[in-house]
């Protein structure tokens, strides 16, 4: 595996993010890495245990993720971003769900300062909620912990992988409205299906009502994610060269 040098925000493809994600992973992580993520095309990304019929259907590829999880539909309109921890960072303590707290809480913290009021959903909530109807076979069809909304609706989506290397949490946000429709279409969901993501999903450009830059909110995630990481001390961790990282930077690991 090689290492390529700090580079800036990229566009790629869905399959060169799962490049990053896999390549992430492995070889033990010593120092946390991180990857922000625009879309040069549109994919549907499924989860690791997920499998439909006609792949490649209107044109649009299908991606596995090494991840569990409902399929994402990735874009233009969507922001993506991951992070690769070590298994002994102070975050990925507290068990599985806890350690997503931190994650959907930096979310919100950062919409907030576009000008969004959002909400990363604590579990005790999700057990009042009515969840018979959630499309539990998309990621935007349904509600985890720690989960952002805005209101009711879910505007952005968490996952996570942990291996005996470390653990990969990858997040996507709704910059702008998801044609949902492809997504049915390919995966050959109905139009009540394509009804219910548009009822449930909002994005920032819905909310703020104009355009919202994914570069400029791509910066702010990537800024404020290199503050909580590599302000919190790392037991026994022998290597600070990523500490160095300057904001807007990332490091890229090609794939094995």
């Not at 925000?9 to 990857?35: C, K």
């Not at 909530?125 to 805005?150: D, I, K, Q």
Request: charge should be neutral; glycine fraction near 10%; proline fraction near 6%.
């Amino acid at each position: 595996m090689s290492l390529i040098p700090k580079i800036s925000f990229q566009t790629v493809s869905a399959e060169r993010e799962q490049d990053w994600n896999r390549g992430a992973l492995a070889a033990p992580v010593t120092s946390p890495l991180i990857g922000i993520w625009r879309y040069s095309g549109t994919a549907v990304v499924q989860g690791c245990s997920q499998s439909f019929p006609d792949p490649g259907l209107a044109g649009v590829p299908l991606v596995k993720r090494a991840a569990g999880g409902g399929a994402v539909l990735v874009g233009p309109w969507m922001l993506s971003f991951s992070i690769a921890l070590p298994l002994n960072h102070p975050l990925v303590a507290g068990g599985l769900v806890e350690s997503y707290r931190w994650l959907g809480e930096l979310i919100v913290d950062e919409l907030d300062r576009i000008g969004i009021c959002a909400h990363a959903v604590h579990p005790a909530e999700l057990h009042e909620r009515n969840r018979e109807n959630e499309l539990r076979w998309a990621c935007f069809g349904g509600l985890s912990p720690w989960e952002v909304t805005v209101g009711n609706r879910k505007i952005a989506g968490l996952a996570q992988r942990r291996t005996r290397n470390g653990v990969l949490f990858a997040a996507g946000i709704l910059v702008e409205p998801s044609p949902w429709e492809i997504l049915c279409d390919v995966l050959g969901q109905d139009s009540a299906a394509t009804a219910y993501l548009s009822a449930n999903t909002v994005s920032c450009a819905d909310v703020i009502g104009r355009p919202v830059s994914s570069f400029d909110l791509g910066v702010m995630i990537d800024r404020a994610l290199v503050k909580k990481l590599f302000c919190m001390a790392v037991p026994d961790q022998s290597s600070v060269s990523n500490s160095r990282r300057k904001p807007g930077q990332f490091e890229f690991i090609a794939a094995m």
